[in-house]
């Protein structure tokens, strides 16, 4: 069973930084991609940033330039750098691991407030 850890949310003033952990367990042999997805009450779940298996790298237009995504494949972890953290950067972040065919998982969420 595959299970996805997140952690390193938090509260941080506007401008700061954050760094996200996204540690997934189980039964992984190979993935299509891991990545970071955020989601505030009564709206839907937009895409922060995912990283392929080959180490190709998407992000949302709102935090291009911003944040980075990377991998560390031998903790099977996955790293988003948030830096010049906006007020509109609060919610909850979510990490996703989708592995083949087409499986995907999710993990519980790390809350990240951004204010003054």
């Known amino acids: 069973q595959v299970q996805l850890v997140e952690s390193g949310g938090g509260l941080v003033q506007p401008g700061g930084s954050l760094r996200l952990s996204c540690v997934a367990s189980?039964?992984?042999?190979?993935?299509?991609?891991m990545g970071w997805y955020r989601q505030a009450a009564g709206k839907r779940r937009d895409l922060v940033a995912t990283?392929?298996?080959?180490?190709?790298?998407n992000y949302g237009d709102p935090v291009r330039g911003r944040f980075t995504i990377s991998r560390d494949n031998a903790k099977s972890t996955v790293y988003l750098q948030m830096n010049d953290l906006k007020p509109e950067d609060t919610t909850i972040y979510y990490c996703?691991?989708?592995?083949?065919?087409?499986?995907?998982?999710w993990g519980q969420g790390t809350q990240v407030t951004v204010s003054s």
């Open positions: 990283i392929t298996g080959g180490g190709n790298t």
């Open positions: 189980g039964s992984i042999f190979s993935i299509n991609y």
């Open positions: 996703r691991l989708n592995i083949p065919p087409r499986s995907d998982y």
